[in-house]
């Protein structure tokens, strides 16, 4: 692959993607998630396994599509992008009953010790990969959301760049350059939440917010995706 060709390529995949962070369904899904963080280095570790998640779908998908060499068939493309709708919608209701039901200290667990039940605040479930620890729900919400936009990157690559190299390129850097440009913008968002989090009832009223947007978002977007498909 020519080395400007190679460089052409890096820079707009990873400017693109950079910009991809900012699409509204993207914002809408993690605004949701860094509602509940009250600390801005959390939002960045959130925000980053988001696109962690993103980032291997996208990939493993444009990898595929590419070396084949086809486009992704519509309707399945149509069936992800439902997909995300319905997260949207799965994520709104979670921040509004999150919010209904927050404590002092943020949403609350209840469990059982010695037949006595009682609640405290609880944190996002994880995994450890060696010495990463990474939050299972927003790479789950960053891999749907890799799914649904894998299709249009690929049939972009393919109508655009000549090699498979320079493609496959593109589309790992774009990748990479979304993991940058949301990570920062969860630190952005949760620097103010984690001072608003003091604020109890300002706080709820944040999640509240967030969760009602992405709700209806959601079904802005998934009623014609519903229309098409059926």
């Known amino acids: 692959m020519p080395v400007l060709e190679l460089i052409t390529s890096s820079g707009l995949g990873s400017l693109l993607g950079m910009r991809h962070a900012l699409e509204p ?17 959390q939002a960045v570790l959130l925000g980053a396994c988001w696109g962690l998640g993103h980032t291997l779908a996208l990939v493993a998908a444009g990898a595929v599509l590419v070396v084949l060499r086809v486009e992704m068939p519509a309707r399945v493309a149509d069936l992800f992008e439902l997909s995300v709708a319905f997260m949207l919608i799965a994520l709104g209701v979670r921040a509004i009953y999150q919010a209904a039901r927050q404590g002092r200290n943020g949403p609350v667990h209840a469990h059982q010790h010695r037949g006595r039940v009682h609640a405290h605040a609880s944190g996002a479930a994880h995994v450890h990969i060696g010495t990463w620890t990474l939050a299972v729900r927003p790479l789950i919400v960053g891999a749907v959301h890799g799914l ?32 940058i440009g949301m990570a920062a913008l969860s630190g952005l968002l949760g620097w103010p939440l984690a001072r608003l989090g003091a604020n109890r009832a300002l706080a709820r009223a944040v999640s509240m917010t967030v969760g009602v947007v992405s709700t209806g978002l959601g079904i802005v977007w998934g009623y014609p995706l519903v229309a098409r498909i059926w």
Do not use: C, K, M, N
């Open 25 to 41: 369904d993207h914002l809408a899904a993690v605004s949701t998630l860094v509602s509940e963080e009250r600390s801005s280095y």
């Open 148 to 179: 649904a936009g894998s299709g249009a990157l690929t049939a972009l690559v393919l109508a655009t760049l000549p090699t498979t190299g320079a493609q496959l390129a593109y589309v790992g850097l774009f990748g990479l350059g979304s993991t």
